[in-house]
T-cell receptor, first 114, second 114 residues
Framework: GAGVSQSPSNKVTEKGKDVELRCDPI?????LYWYRQSLGQGLEFLIY????????KSGLPSDRFSAERTGGSVSTLTIQRTQQEDSAVYLC????????????FGNGTRLTVT | KNQVEQSPQSLIILEGKNCTLQCNYTVSPFSNLRWYKQDTGRGPVSLTI?????NTKSNGRYTATLDADTKQSSLHITASQLSDSASYICVVSPVSGGYNKLIFGAGTRLAVHP
């Protein structure tokens, strides 16, 4: 595909359930990022992958959050035992490595925890 | 603390008019400053990337300026169109911590009315 693809686009789940969010980056982009965006807030960094490894997980808010990337491509963000404060839009971005490479974002997954 | 602050928080203009959005930052030293456009329900899209040594960059009707001495950037939109209605996000890339350490402003929400 031409762009970053995220699925599902919307997810409604009950408090306490686990959810998996998927990101398909642009082919050839070795860097992959997960961000969280709450209403009226700036993007909050969660985790960064270079290839399959995650050199920076500093933004994951708790041990309920985890992410993996396989084959240097698809990434999955998993949230266990969801809480209402996890409700937000989760955005994935990919890029070539380097300081001046633009990030290409997917359209996000809107997660609502009821 | 490294911060990126944008003003105004929101703005309404009439179609065809020009406008200027502001970004003040305290990140130092920095590698580059970026402007992204985010349509409602979509992921951000890169408009411009300026390195610390550049002071202007254009992309069609969008012109970004950078004053590294005063730590200010602006995004000027010329001859606005209804499709310019979106949030505009200023992002600064600090030199320290790696190129994945982007700092996002909260954005300016622009509404263009006919």
């Amino acid at each position: 595909g031409a762009g970053v693809s995220q699925s599902p686009s919307n997810k409604v789940t009950e408090k306490g359930k686990d959810v998996e969010l998927r990101c398909d980056p642009i082919s050839g982009h070795t860097a992959l990022y997960w961000y969280r965006q709450s209403l009226g807030q700036g993007l909050e960094f969660l985790i960064y992958f270079q290839g399959n490894s995650a050199p920076d997980k500093s933004g994951l808010p708790s041990d309920r959050f985890s992410a993996e990337r396989t084959g240097g491509s698809v990434s999955t963000l998993t949230i266990q035992r969801t809480q209402q404060e996890d409700s937000a839009v989760y955005l994935c971005a990919s890029s070539f490595p380097g300081y001046n490479s633009p990030l290409h974002f997917g359209n996000g997954t809107r997660l609502t925890v009821t | 603390k490294n911060q990126v602050e944008q003003s105004p928080q929101s703005l309404i203009i009439l179609e065809g008019k020009n406008c200027t959005l502001q970004c003040n930052y305290t990140v130092s030293p920095f590698s580059n400053l970026r402007w992204y456009k985010q349509d409602t329900g979509r992921g951000p899209v890169s408009l411009t990337i300026m390195t610390f040594s550049e002071n202007t960059k254009s992309n069609g009707r969008y012109t970004a300026t950078l004053d590294a001495d005063t730590k200010q950037s602006s995004l000027h939109i010329t001859a606005s169109q209804l499709s310019d209605s979106a949030s505009y996000i200023c992002v600064v890339s600090p030199v320290s911590g790696g190129y994945n350490k982007l700092i996002f402003g909260a954005g300016t929400r622009l509404a263009v009315h006919p």
